[in-house]
């Protein structure tokens, strides 16, 4: 069975341009989120999206981040525009849902804004 | 504010040492687990321990839940180079914050042979 994929790997951007994620969780996972993760700390969550509703974004910095999950499967994360302070890798994560707390995270996609 | 502290940041040993990483909080966790993450990739579960005192081993590692619920360890017996990696401790409450895990910091760990 295929683990959570994410898009792209790597990129590297230019202050002030947007970035966009995206997210494929593991089929059937009806809980998915997106973590922050800077060098050598623990992940930091940004949202959790319970199907397509989003239940928990109170860490997100609405200012400039932005996701969506219409259809209750992928997701995307959008930086707009993007600072050199969010440079970090960002982990997207899904488990069953409600009650399956065991969530299985993907690889990550490493920002770099110069 | 940082709602577990893991300790040490930091650990450098020789294959065949033991280790031991431990995550302490002031808050009650539902139940606490304990991940490893490999460079360029995300964290994966290792263990999940829900009950106070509760004591898991797998293989080589032995993890420990406190009576509270407020503490964690992971104790690794003959470290080999393997084992490297940075080992994350993460809280779940329940309530309204069922779900949502709080990490640690995290303990890079680097076994040399």
């Known amino acids: 069975e295929a683990g959570v994929v994410q898009s792209p790997r790597y990129k590297i951007i230019e202050k002030k341009q947007p970035v966009a994620f995206w997210c494929n969780p593991i089929?059937?996972?009806?809980?998915l989120y997106w973590y922050l993760q800077n060098l050598g700390q623990g992940p930091e969550l940004l949202i959790r999206?319970?199907?397509?509703?989003?239940?928990?974004d109170s860490q997100l910095p609405k200012d400039r981040f932005s996701a969506e999950r219409l259809k209750g499967v992928d997701s995307t994360l959008k930086i707009q525009p993007a600072e050199l302070g969010d440079s970090a890798v960002y982990l997207c994560a899904s488990s069953l849902g409600a009650g399956r707390e065991t969530q299985y995270f993907g690889p990550g996609t490493r920002l770099l804004v110069l | 504010t940082q709602l577990l502290e893991q300790s040490p940041q930091f650990l450098s040993i020789q294959e065949g040492e033991n280790l031991t990483v431990y995550c302490n909080s002031s808050s009650v966790f539902s139940s606490l687990q304990w991940y490893r993450q490999e460079p360029g990739e995300g964290p994966v579960l290792l263990v999940t321990?829900?009950?106070?005192?509760e004591v898991k081993k797998l293989k080589r590692l032995t993890f420990q839940f406190g009576d509270a619920r407020k503490d964690s360890s992971l104790h690794i017996t003959a470290a080999q180079p393997g084992d490297t990696g940075l080992y994350l401790c993460a809280g779940a409450r329940g309530g309204t914050s069922y779900g949502k895990l709080t990490f640690g910091q995290g303990t890079i760990l680097t076994v040399h042979p």
């Open positions: 999206y319970e199907n397509e509703e989003a239940v928990d």
């Open positions: 089929s059937g996972h009806n809980t």
């Open positions: 321990v829900v009950t106070g005192g």
